[in-house]
């Protein structure tokens, strides 16, 4: 149920939840703004600031994750693809070769 959570719920529901709450964020300062007769913050009209720094969050928290979760075991050395009597072998991550006593 969780993966199901974080693999479909979250990333179908998030960008929803973060332009409400943006949007009331926004359209509570420009109702203050009118009611105290000042201009309206520069950063209210333009979205951009916000877009563009949510995309680098975003990003960063990725490849955090994917930095910490992803990937193969450390020692392991990748084999690429490559035929063997006439099949295919796919690429694979075995454990590396342990070198002979005495060597």
Do not use: K, S
Request: no cysteine; proline share 12%.
């Amino acid at each position: 149920m969780l993966r199901i959570l974080l693999t479909i719920v979250l990333p179908l529901a998030l960008p929803t939840v973060v332009y409400l709450l943006y949007v009331t964020t926004v359209e509570a300062r420009r109702v203050r703004a009118a009611q105290e007769g000042g201009p309206v913050p520069w950063w209210v009209e333009a979205p951009w600031p916000w877009l563009v720094g949510g995309g680098v969050l975003l990003t960063g928290l990725t490849l955090g994750v994917m930095a910490l979760t992803g990937g193969d075991a450390p020692g392991e050395v990748y084999v690429p693809a490559h035929m063997e009597d006439g099949r295919l072998v796919p690429g694979a991550t075995r454990p590396a070769p342990t070198a002979a006593p005495g060597h």
